[in-house]
T-cell receptor
Framework: SQTIHQWPATLVQPVGSPLSLECTVEGTSNPNLYWYRQAAGRGLQLLFYSVGIGQISSEVPQNLSASRPQDRQFILSSKKLLLSDSGFYLC????????????FGQGTRLTVV | DQQVKQNSPSLSVQEGRISILNCDYTNSMFDYFLWYKKYPAEGPTFLISISSIKDKNEDGRFTVFLNKSAKHLSLHIVPSQPGDSAVYFCAAREVGSARQLTFGSGTQLTVLP
């Protein structure tokens, strides 16, 4: 069966520090991968998606970047965090090209102080 | 510009009664619609979906209705149970290879015992 792992679960980082959140998927090949963010009291905003290794599309201009160094690995990064980067970050995957749901990781609560 | 809208941020229902959660969309290119349930500090879990070629899909206590002409969908939960209390997100997928989801802002459902 397929599983998605996302870590860490919680993170407190000072303003100006770097960020690296990692997500890995097991049990499937060539998945679509996504990073979403849920700001406090708001819905889920798509940040990045990837349809293959090295292929990253950004939905919104921001202080963050994403990379996909391996087929089932998706990394969210920042060189210098801002207070506004605080939020709940979610990684998700779906089957490429199919009319199916996306499966989400447990999320990372990031607090920038 | 919100392409998927959930205009009710909260809904309270008595246990055993029907819960109706509503969602409107504006993008005519959406062809697949999903409902997710989310508990605090967890990733969303998939509930039920419907393709744009259908107008109803049922799974146990959950039924999703789609009205394409009105660009409206709804989730019916009957009978409602206290364990159904959570935030419910409506999501939609646009025709295309990446199949990324666009989410509404969510509705907090509280089922009162």
């Amino acid at each position: 069966s397929q599983t998605i792992h996302q870590w860490p679960a919680t993170l407190v980082q000072p303003v100006g520090s770097p960020l690296s959140l990692e997500c890995t998927v097991e049990g499937t090949s060539n998945p679509n991968l996504y990073w979403y963010r849920q700001a406090a009291g708001r819905g889920l905003q798509l940040l990045f998606y990837s349809v293959g290794i090295g292929q990253i599309s950004s939905e919104v201009p921001q202080n963050l970047s994403a990379s996909r160094p391996q087929d089932r690995q998706f990394i969210l990064s920042s060189k210098k965090l801002l207070l506004s980067d605080s939020g709940f970050y979610l990684c998700a995957w779906s089957v490429l090209g199919m009319n199916t749901e996306a499966f989400f990781g447990q999320g990372t609560r990031l607090t920038v102080v | 510009d919100q392409q998927v809208k959930q205009n009710s941020p909260s809904l309270s229902v008595q246990e055993g009664r029907i819960s109706i959660l509503n969602c409107d969309y504006t993008n005519s290119m959406f062809d697949y619609f999903l409902w997710y349930k989310k508990y605090p500090a967890e990733g969303p879990t998939f509930l039920i979906s419907i393709s744009s070629i259908k107008d109803k899909n049922e799974d146990g206590r959950f039924t999703v209705f789609l009205n394409k002409s009105a660009k409206h969908l709804s989730l019916h939960i009957v009978p409602s149970q206290p364990g159904d209390s959570a935030v419910y997100f409506c999501a939609a997928r646009e025709v295309g290879s990446a199949r990324q989801l666009t989410f509404g802002s969510g509705t907090q459902l509280t089922v009162l015992p």
